[in-house]
Each structure stands twice: as C-alpha cells, then as structure tokens.
C-alpha cells in the first residue's frame, strides 16, 4: 500500500499536454474490434489497469492482441467468434464497463463464463444489466445481484425493447453490443449518456438508426450484420483532462493547452458546468475525426468563480467529473447545489459521501442527502493542517482529485493507495511533474 505525501502547492506553469486515450473508447475499441472481421490497429490506446484487464479478457476468449511500437493491433474474428470453452473465467478487475460491456458479447456462450472483479467492482451493481440480457435469453447465475457470476448464453436469442432510465451507457452499450449478435430489430430507448457505442457503429456502417429526442435517444440496430475490421487513434479522455483543468484555474498566474481531446457533446457537461460557474475554458480547433468530434481545450489560471445551481441534465454527461467540481464548488462564493446524483454513489466508492468526507476534513460545511450535496463555498479556502485521505476503497478519482486538491490548496497531504490511479490515468503524475511538480 503506497502512499503519496504532498506538501506545497504547485508553482506556476505554462504548458502544453497531452493526455491518455480515453478510456470509454479504448474499452469500446477492443471489444468492437473482437466481433470485426480481419486485423485492427488501434493507436494511442490507453495503457491504465482497465484496458489490461479488457485486453486479458478478450485473449482469454481467443482473441489474439498483440503491440509492435506502441500500435495495438487486434485481429478480429468476426461476430460471436469468442473461442468458448469449458471453464473459462474472466476476471474484469476494476473496470464496470468492460465487466458489463463484455456481457453484452457473451449472450451467445454455450458454456457458463464465470465472470469476477476485484473488491470494488464485487459491490457494484449487475443487476441492471442481468436484466436487460435475460430478455435476450441469456442466462445468469449470481449470489445477490454482484460479481462473481456465470453467465451461459443461448443461440435461440430474440431482439428486445429495451428502456434504459438510469443514464448509464454502460447498460445502454451492453444492449447495443448484444444486439449485434441477434437476428432481428433490437430498439433502445436510452436517457441522455455518452454515446461512443453508437458512434463506433455507426462509423463502421454497422445498420443502426440514431434519432436524438431532448431526453432520450432513440437506437435501432439491425442484429447478425458482419462489419469489417478498422484503424482507429483514440483521442484523449476528458475526464482525465478534468483534473489538470481544475488544477490550472486554482493555481496561479498559469497557463495550459490540452492537445487532441475528445470533445462528443455527451461527455463536457463538466466544461458546460465549470464555465456556468465563471470559468473560462475555451474548446479550440474542433474538428470531425472517426466519428468523434476532437479539439483543443485552453484555460488559464482565475481568480473568482460563482456557485451553481447544477442542472439535472448535465449529470450523465459530467458523471464522473463531480469530484474535481466540487473542489472548484469549494472555492465558488456561494452554496453550490448537485441533485439526483444517485448514481455517484454506485461507482467505485460511494463518491458523493467520501466528497462530503474531503471536504469537511478541508474545513468547508457540505450538507450531503441521499442523492445530492449543498456545497457552502469559501473563495478565500486554504489549508495549512495535515490531512489524511484513506479508505477510499482504491478509487482512483478520489485519488486524483485528492492530490489536486494539495497542489492548489495547500497543507500537508498523505494520500493512501498511490496505485490506484493506474486504472484509468496511469500518466497522471508524470504529467504533474511535466507540468513543473516536484514530487518528493
Ligand atoms: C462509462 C459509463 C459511465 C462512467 C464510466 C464509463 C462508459 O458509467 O461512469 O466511468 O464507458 O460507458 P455508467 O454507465 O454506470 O454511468
């Protein structure tokens, strides 16, 4: 269990970065890639726990995977083209949405897959996407509702009307993805959440219709139509990007360029919210790249920021962006409000208690209800104590977000379970020292 200790904020900068591929699209990538037909090369996957975790999954199930120069190439074996055997057993490790996105592919299996995942990912809930893929006919075998489980496919599977209310896109996904193994019109009625799956299909020319209604898309794919292997660069990940962001506008008299960030519309609710709050980040350089929109995001260090009256509508799209706003919502004059955040509590750690945790320890008064928080800003906040971040069940945004809050507050910070932003950010601390960090 290693610890960081970070003493002293961070000195002024003026950089340009680059992040990690997304995570969301690298996972996607692999997984599309497994039920293409021929070779993929993908670039600029992203190197965190997760994505090996996909990369062990998808050998496991025959699928050969292999990097020369940094370029990942996959040779995909076409729709439900899993090697199935007696007693395969997967394990997902941290990661809900290759665990639940793989599920998707495996309603076809002939054998039980025994599928499992580490302490975090055992509490989490599956239930929400046994359900949906019982409708297709698949088969689950499960104490309560959680990891470990079996699945065993079937090859009678019928298409489904599938109303997905949650905003999750890992349930909306493993319905997309199990859809293309079934004959027949699958439709999805899906409240508003990041939509690379449809996205990568549609790029692919796999039949499926798109109609965006204000709350709810509307999906249809046609199932059993092969797709042809790709080339695919994953752009860097927003969510990554969030916390140099936050970091950048609380520092002083600095300066930051993050180069080739995926901006789709369904994943900057965080940028749409900090920029209600009187931040000034600035997308540049937008361009069609894939399917996926790319930019440049900009953002200069500032010193006042207004609290917020979250709207509901930007929760999916910011979903796991919270931490690092409610830092920024600390330093806001005014009380911030977040509501219907249900679904942060069903993440990696209970998110919106273990806030409320950090940021009473800070000294600032939260009023914390089942699904939302009341943030009572103080611009003038500083910390000058030692404060000691623990029992985070290893989540690596609590990480990350904690560490940001040491370089921009101040204090003397001891941060337990180093390791675990390696899941999703492995870059993210050689790019703090890039960035001008000295870690001790
Ligand atoms: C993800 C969807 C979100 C998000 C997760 C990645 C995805 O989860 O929190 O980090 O790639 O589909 P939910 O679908 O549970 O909201």
Not at 12 to 22: A, E, L, Y
Not at 283 to 303: F, M
Not at 313 to 336: V, Y
Not at 411 to 421: C, F, H, L, V
């Amino acid at each position: 269990m290693a610890k960081i200790i970070i003493q002293g904020k961070i000195k002024k900068f003026n950089k340009t970065i680059r992040v990690d591929g997304d995570k969301s699209l690298s996972i996607r990538s692999l997984l599309i890639g497994s039920q293409s037909y021929g070779l993929c090369k993908i670039k600029n996957l992203s190197k965190s726990g997760d994505i090996l975790s996909t990369i062990n999954g998808l050998k496991k199930l025959g699928i050969k995977i292999i990097f020369k120069k940094e370029i990942c190439y996959l040779y995909g074996k076409g729709l439900n083209g899993f090697n199935y055997k007696k007693n395969i057993l997967i394990n997902a490790g941290n990661s809900g949405t290759f665990a639940r996105l793989l599920l998707g592919l495996l309603i076809k299996t002939p054998y039980e897959i025994k599928l499992v995942g580490d302490k975090s990912l055992s509490k989490r809930d599956f239930q929400r996407i046994m359900d949906p893929l019982k409708e297709f006919g698949a088969n689950f075998k499960s104490q309560k509702k959680n990891l470990p489980l079996k699945i065993l496919g079937t090859e009678f599977l019928k298409p489904i009307n599938y109303f997905e209310k949650k905003g999750s896109a890992q349930c909306k996904s493993s319905v997309i993805l199990a859809a293309l193994n079934t004959p027949g019109k699958t439709l999805v009625k899906a409240k508003k959440s990041r939509n690379h799956t449809e996205l990568f299909l549609k790029y692919l020319k796999v039949p499926i219709k798109i109609k965006t209604k204000k709350n709810y898309d509307m999906i249809e794919i046609n199932g059993e139509n092969q797709f042809k292997s790709f080339n695919y660069e994953i752009p860097g990940d927003i969510s990554s990007c969030a916390f140099f962001i936050v970091l950048t506008l609380l520092s002083k008299d600095s300066n930051l360029t993050i180069k080739d960030v995926n901006v789709n519309p369904s994943r900057i609710g965080f940028i749409k919210i900090i920029n209600q709050m009187g931040a000034k980040v600035k997308i540049k350089n937008k361009r069609d790249v894939y399917g996926e929109k790319l930019a440049d995001i900009c953002v200069k260090s500032q010193k006042n920021f207004k609290s917020i009256n979250c709207p509901v509508k930007f929760n999916s799209n910011a979903i796991d962006e919270f931490l690092i706003i409610f830092l920024l919502a600390s330093k806001a004059s005014g009380i911030s409000r977040f509501r219907k955040l249900e679904e942060l509590n069903k993440k990696e750690s209970p998110r919106l208690k273990l806030a409320s945790k950090i940021l009473k320890k800070i000294g600032i008064k939260v009023k914390l209800g089942s699904g939302s928080i009341k943030i009572f800003g103080n611009p003038k906040l500083k910390v000058s104590k030692k404060i000691l971040i623990n029992n985070y069940y290893k989540d690596h945004r609590i990480f990350m977000t904690s560490v940001i809050a040491a370089l921009c507050l101040g204090g003397k910070w001891t941060i337990d379970d180093m390791e675990s932003y390696s899941s999703s950010f492995p870059s993210f601390l050689d790019i703090l020292q890039k960035i001008g960090y000295k870690f001790r």
